[in-house]
């Protein structure tokens, strides 16, 4: 499962991740991976990667650094600034879009896939009042 975070500095993304490995069982630190390009975790034997490619200047910057071997099917990647890795990256199956609001930010969820779709599913069948 790929799922890009779009949105501008500042609005929440890394939060989001936060939140919801917390949700998810993750007791220990959760950090920005600005400077690593990946952080690990492992909840319930499944792993999950969240990346950020903001630091990335040209995209093949994601072949160099070997980046292609997380994405399995197995697996859920949680991607900030998609976009970075142009072509290179993997296609999402489903995309978050932040953006600023007042008061706060909005959130808008688009599935790009079956199993994005499923995702979202889920998502909004524990949620109150979810607009679609």
């Known amino acids: 499962m790929v799922v890009w975070l779009d949105g501008d500095l500042g609005t929440g993304k890394t939060t989001l991740v936060r939140s919801l490995l ?5 007791a220990g630190p959760v950090k920005s991976p600005t400077y690593t390009l990946v952080e690990i975790y492992v909840i319930s034997r499944i792993y999950w990667y969240h990346f950020d490619f903001y630091r990335f200047n040209f995209p093949e910057e994601f072949l160099d650094a070997g980046l292609g071997e997380y994405f399995r099917d197995d697996a859920i990647c949680l991607v900030e600034w998609p976009e970075k890795a142009a072509e290179y990256g993997p296609a999402p199956d489903l995309v978050v879009r932040f953006q600023f609001a007042e008061p706060g930010r909005t ?11 499923e995702c979202l599913n889920m998502l909004k069948s524990g949620l109150p009042d979810a607009a679609d």
Do not use: I
Request: proline content about 0%; glycine content about 12%.
């Open 22 to 26: 917390r949700a998810c069982g993750h």
């Open 107 to 117: 959130l808008e969820f688009v599935a790009c896939s079956e199993k994005g779709q």
